[in-house]
């Protein structure tokens, strides 16, 4: 396996955990602090996910990491975000 797909694998399988987990995390706090503040703390775990990514497989840009994660990241986000709201 090359390094640029292990890269890949890596990128996808931390932004789809963590979007599933701050879709959870999103929905305590817009409890407590409403839907802005939410938004908020999902787009900063976000941008921490982004650095740790580019740590862990060295810098590739923002374009690589978006089409690599940060889309992922959203989705996963916004449906659990959903799916808790709908419990």
Same mark, same amino acid.
Request: avoid cysteine; charge should be positive.
């Given at each position: 396996?090359? $390094?640029?797909?292990?890269? !890949?694998? #890596?990128? @996808?399988?931390?932004?789809?955990?963590? &979007?599933? +987990? !701050?879709?959870?995390? !999103?929905?305590? #706090?817009?409890? +407590?602090?409403?839907?802005?503040?939410? %938004?908020?703390? &999902?787009?900063?775990?976000?941008?921490? %996910?982004?650095? %740790?990514?580019?740590?862990? @497989?060295?810098?590739? &840009? #923002?374009?690589?990491?978006? &089409?690599?994660?940060?889309?992922?990241?959203? $989705? $996963?986000?916004? #449906?659990?975000? @959903? $799916?808790?709201?709908?419990?």
């Amino acid at each position: 396996m090359d $390094f640029d797909s292990r890269s !890949s694998r #890596i990128s @996808v399988a931390l932004h789809t955990v963590a &979007g599933f +987990f !701050s879709g959870w995390f !999103s929905f305590h #706090i817009a409890q +407590f602090y409403g839907n802005l503040v939410s %938004i908020a703390v &999902g787009v900063l775990i976000l941008i921490m %996910i982004g650095y %740790i990514t580019e740590f862990i @497989v060295k810098k590739k &840009g #923002i374009s690589w990491w978006m &089409g690599n994660g940060g889309i992922l990241y959203l $989705f $996963f986000w916004f #449906i659990s975000w @959903v $799916f808790f709201l709908n419990l």
